[in-house]
């Protein structure tokens, strides 16, 4: 159906045109409405849709049989708002900007604008006259505009957009909440009221970045709040651009991030106190040597902590009723304490005894006992320090053993932060101090052990030597032939073992008082092995003694004596542990500055976890103790004499392969 064009211009009558000239305009008209670009449509008395243009048809995507005949309703997705449009049109009423929804072809909604009126002849409804305007791009830039409005509000990070110039021009809540400024405070002001003074540069290089149109990607720094404090924030910024592309500002996203620094330093912290953990139990699980403990604990701990100075009070079990075993000091302000210290022993005495239970406490804490508010009343009145630190020492079995005591320059919040890692550590000096004292009373009952051997050694020494005279006497003076010189010999073989025995003894006795004296003199090493070869080749009948030598003449300086008894035990030992075997190697070759010389059996051999045990005292390997005469003294006498002359003694040895045993002396002391 075509429209009915009224006249542009209604002062002009009809009768002042031809009839072509008329068909001509209404031709016209008709055009202009078809292909308008303003979507247009009629609609009966019933509803039915009885003429639309092209725009219309374009913007909802039907053919002109698909809309044109049915009901107006059929394409409005609110059944209530074409009612009401209807209702109020039928009423006579002019519609201005009605909203509604049309729904198209492709099952879309477009948001459109209604104006629509009723063209009536005589009264009558004819059609309505209904123009519509797509405003669906413009809804959703609406809608969008809302999302992002209600983001920005309920987001947990600060979003504030500025001008080129630094001036705030938007402020969410969560900039309120984290910065301490209302909306009305800071719109209109510059960003520079949230940056700290010494980091006002940081401004210019953000706006320079922005003004070149490149964006700011989590940088870290700090901002002001409204009270001046320091909040760590991380900042991402972008430009902001307007509709013709031009950079009018910039956008700012602040995350406060205090807890992630807090948890940053959290853990930070716990990896050091881990780590000098591990350092200091390493170093003091090494040490034997209580004043050495406490030193290296006192030290270490001062030094990670940043204590201005620490003492380490130590009262060992046996003294647990009188005075302090040990002091120690530690840091840079320790001679002001060494100083209150001296002043103040009484105090100190008392500090650990049966009825006092020393507290993990720092000053101004409220301590559970008497000892620790008397303690810390008077360093506070007497010491420049602002605070103090006190961790009880707790012996496994025997409760309190000592303090650590620290003082510090800062507060009590960083003093906290230590005593973990200083209880820690007490319990690792514990263990430490409890393993000293062990080694301490084993090295204290081996010095009464090595005191009677060597008392006892002493006083065997001489009627050992007069048995074995006056045995030599009776032997001499027995005929060849005399059935009791044979059990004389065997008398005097007996009594020559004993008094070796005994000068093994002796030995030791002299090695741990460090009496074992050398007496050097300059000597052929050559003719002197030859020698002692042949007088050891008389005693063995089961073995060939057998000298391998680079060189003829070799002059050394040593004590011969302790050299003799040092290839003498060697020599017995390669003999007395290959008894499947009959030859017994010697060598003698030249390295500079030293000479080495081995013994080398093709025995027994020795297991590779027993040969570093083999060289200590007494040692004797299990499976061979029963059969093997000796008190396990030769090899430990041997390589202390060849370690005083500078030297080296070393092994090397298979099972059922036999044993090399080296040593190393410089050709020159």
């Known amino acids: 159906m075509n429209p009915v064009v009224p006249s542009l211009n209604r002062s002009v009558s009809f009768q002042a045109f031809s009839r072509e000239e008329l068909e001509l305009r209404v031709q016209e008209l008709t055009d202009f409405v078809e292909n308008a ?14 003429w639309a243009n092209q725009a219309e048809l374009d913007m909802l995507g039907y053919t002109a049989e698909e809309y044109i005949g049915s009901p107006i309703s059929h394409f409005h997705a609110d059944r209530l708002v074409i009612e009401n449009i209807l209702t109020r049109l039928a009423n006579n009423e002019t519609l201005h900007n009605y909203p509604a929804r049309l729904r198209c072809k492709d099952g879309s909604v477009k948001h459109v604008l209604i104006n ?21 791009v413009l809804k959703q830039a609406e809608e969008r505009s809302a999302r992002l409005a209600a983001i920005v509000e ?66 870290e720094t700090y901002r002001l709040t409204k009270e001046a404090a320091h909040l760590p924030v991380a900042l991402t910024i972008s430009p902001v651009k307007d509709a013709t592309g031009i950079i009018t500002g910039a956008s700012k ?75 120690k000091f530690g840091g840079t302000d320790k001679k002001i304490f060494e100083n209150f210290y001296t002043c103040n022993l009484p105090l100190f005495n008392s500090l650990i005894s049966d009825d006092t239970k020393v507290e993990t406490s720092v000053t101004h804490k409220k301590a559970r006992h ?29 409760g309190d053993v000592g303090v650590m005591l620290y ?51 002493h006083e065997l020494k001489t009627p050992v030597t007069s048995l074995q005279g006056y045995l030599q006497i009776v032997h001499r003076r027995l005929p060849d032939k005399d059935e009791n010189k044979e059990f004389l010999q065997k008398a005097l073989n007996q009594a020559g073992k004993l008094s070796r025995l005994i000068s093994d003894l ?60 040092v290839v003498t035990n060697l020599i017995s030992n390669a003999i007395k542990y290959s008894p499947k075997a009959d030859l017994v190697e010697l060598s003698v070759s ?80």
């Open 37 to 50: 670009s303003l979507p247009l449509h009629w609609v009966d008395s019933k509803g039915i849709i009885i």
């Open 116 to 136: 629509s009126n009723v063209f009536r002849k005589e009264g009558e409804f004819i059609h309505t006259r209904c123009f519509t305007r797509d405003i669906t």
């Open 154 to 219: 309920s987001s947990e990070d600060a979003i504030i957009s500025k001008t080129l110039d630094g001036i705030i021009t938007s402020w969410n809540k969560a900039a309120e909440r984290i910065f301490g400024y209302t909306e009305n405070e800071v719109l209109g002001r510059p960003i520079t009221i949230l940056i700290p003074k010494d980091r006002l540069q940081e401004e210019e290089l953000i706006i320079g970045k922005i003004t070149k149109g490149e964006s700011v990607d989590h940088y």
């Open 253 to 327: 996203i602040v995350r406060d991030i205090t807890k992630q620094k807090l948890f940053e330093a959290n853990s930070q912290r716990h990896a050091e106190h881990l780590e000098a953990l591990n350092t200091i139990g390493r170093k003091i699980s090494e040490l034997l040597e209580i004043d050495e403990i406490l030193q290296e604990v006192i030290d270490a701990t001062v030094l990670v902590t940043g204590a201005s100075f620490g003492a380490f009070f130590y009262l060992n079990n046996q003294q647990k009723h009188g005075l302090l075993r040990s002091v």
């Open 370 to 398: 008497e000892i620790n508010v008397q303690l810390s009343a008077l360093m506070e009145n007497t010491l420049p320090f602002a605070g103090y630190l006190i961790i009880p020492l707790i012996s496994r079995n025997n």
């Open 407 to 457: 003082g510090y320059s800062k507060g009590h919040e960083y003093i906290e932060n230590y005593e973990s890692l200083l209880t820690a550590v007490a319990a690792q000096a514990s263990v430490a101090l409890e393993k000293a004292e062990l080694y301490e009373e084993i090295r204290r009952l081996n010095n009464k052990k090595d005191e009677f051997i060597g008392l006892a050694s």
């Open 506 to 565: 002796l030995d030791v006795s002299k090695i741990e008082s460090g009496q074992l004296t050398l007496n050097y003199s300059t000597f052929d090493l050559i003719p002197f092995l030859k020698d002692l070869i042949d007088l050891l080749q008389f005693a063995a009948k089961t073995h060939r003694i057998v000298l391998k030598a680079n060189v003829n003449h070799l002059t050394i300086s040593a004590d011969k004596i302790r050299i003799e008894q």
């Open 590 to 669: 030249t390295c500079d500055p030293s000479v080495v010389i081995a013994v080398q059996d093709f025995g027994i051999g020795i297991k590779k976890e027993n040969q570093e045990q083999v060289f200590s005292r007494f040692y004797r390997v299990e499976e061979l103790a029963g059969h093997m005469s000796g008190l396990g003294l030769g090899l430990f006498i041997s390589r202390e004499i060849i370690s005083r002359h500078h030297g080296k003694l070393w092994l090397k040895s298979e099972p059922e392969k036999g044993s090399i045993f080296s040593f190393k002396l410089p050709l020159t002391v």
